[in-house]
């Protein structure tokens, strides 16, 4: 079974300032994909970045990065010059490829609140 | 383009009862996901459909039933209503294997009571 774990159920930064928000997950497989995404009081979730698994670069979106490390399991979220629009859930995710659903299995999320 | 759009936004209803609640997929993709979101959790897949067939299940009841119609717009039923099923339920769509993500509605927040 998949696992994603989010250990911190909350975070701020000021803004402008930088913040890394932390995933781990646990998978026996080796091809799969893993995505970040964020959700505001609107509550639909935003697709922020997505990794696929077989890829070694970081994948990067603009103010977004993440840090790969496959060996780790270890997939985490930074975000450069936070932005009071950054205020959101965050959530890591983590997705098999089979026949048949590929869906996601979601982390518990990271609250993260920008400060003015 | 048009997103994903779910009715209704919010729903109240008594234990026991039946809830239909509906989704419409983003124009171009073929398939549909549900998720169950409780509250301070992370959102748990319910099903999926990929052109009208159910093609993955996660663990739920059979009491939770969906269809896909042609248009690729699609439903969620829940019989016998119990007061866990309190959650905001999420609609996503795809398009094929949603490698490239899927895209998500706002919800629709159903309480139990």
């Known amino acids: 079974a998949q696992t994603v774990t989010q250990s911190q159920p909350e975070m701020s930064v000021q803004e402008a300032e930088t913040v890394t928000l932390s995933c781990t997950y646990d998978t026996s497989e080796n091809n799969y994909y893993l995505f970040w995404y964020k959700q505001p009081p609107s509550r639909q979730m935003i697709l922020v970045i997505r990794q696929e698994a077989y890829k070694q670069q970081n994948a990067t979106e603009n103010r977004f990065s993440v840090n790969f490390q496959k060996a780790a399991k270890s997939f985490s979220l930074k975000i450069s010059d936070s932005q009071l629009g950054d205020t959101a859930m965050y959530f890591c995710?983590?997705?098999?490829?089979?026949?048949?659903?590929?869906?996601?299995?979601f982390g518990t999320g990271t609250r993260l609140t920008v400060i003015p | 383009e048009t997103g994903v759009t779910q009715s209704p936004t919010h729903l109240i209803k008594t234990r026991g009862q039946q809830v239909t609640l509906r989704c419409s997929s983003q124009?171009?993709?073929?398939?549909v996901s549900w998720y169950q979101q409780a509250l301070g959790q992370g959102p748990q897949f319910i099903f999926q459909?990929?052109?009208?067939?159910?093609?993955g299940r996660g663990n739920f009841p059979p009491r939770f039933s969906g269809l896909q119609f042609p248009n690729y717009s699609s439903e969620l039923n829940v019989n016998a209503l119990e007061l866990d099923d309190s959650a905001l339920y999420l609609c996503?769509?795809?398009?094929?294997?949603?490698?490239?993500?899927?895209?998500f509605g706002s919800g629709t927040r159903l309480t139990v009571v």
């Open positions: 124009s171009g993709h073929n398939t």
């Open positions: 996503a769509s795809s398009s094929g294997q949603g490698i490239s993500g899927y895209t």
């Open positions: 995710a983590f997705m098999k490829l089979v026949t048949g659903a590929n869906n996601l299995f």
């Open positions: 459909y990929y052109r009208e067939e159910e093609n």
